[in-house]
């Protein structure tokens, strides 16, 4: 079984940065695909970034595209989320997926592996 952890997230002002990671433990994937989703409150989980194993192809939802980065440190097993020039529809609670594919996906539905989330708040 593998777990992700997330860490990072936190209550920013509009504008601001912050800096997700995700951790991979226990029976960790050789050769994942990772990704980021968010849910906020009444909608349903959407896509944010992916990337490939070991890290080629990133992957945006057009929401995201020229303010997040998605990178991987395959040593250090974590991937991260640099999320800049937030706005407060960035807030919502971010989830680390994990898939058992080098190919990078934006369907949550082919991930098996999730972390509990992280919440992140955008105040205007």
């Known amino acids: 079984q593998v777990q992700l952890v997330e860490s990072g997230g936190g209550l920013v002002q509009a504008g601001d940065s912050l800096r997700l990671s995700c951790a991979a433990s226990?029976?960790?994937?050789?050769?994942?695909?990772m990704g980021w989703f968010r849910q906020a409150p009444g909608k349903e989980r959407d896509f944010v970034a992916a990337?490939?194993?070991?890290?080629?192809?990133?992957t945006y939802a057009d929401s995201v595209t020229g303010r997040f980065t998605i990178a991987r440190d395959n040593a250090k097993k974590t991937v991260y989320l640099q999320m800049n020039s937030l706005k407060p529809e960035d807030t919502a609670v971010y989830y680390c997926?994990?898939?058992?594919?080098?190919?990078?996906?934006?369907?949550?539905?082919?991930?098996?592996?999730w972390g509990q989330g992280t919440q992140v708040t955008v105040s205007s």
């Open positions: 997926a994990a898939r058992a594919n080098w190919r990078q996906s934006r369907m949550s539905d082919l991930y098996e592996y």
């Open positions: 226990g029976r960790t994937c050789s050769s994942c695909a």
């Open positions: 990337i490939n194993w070991p890290g080629g192809s990133p």
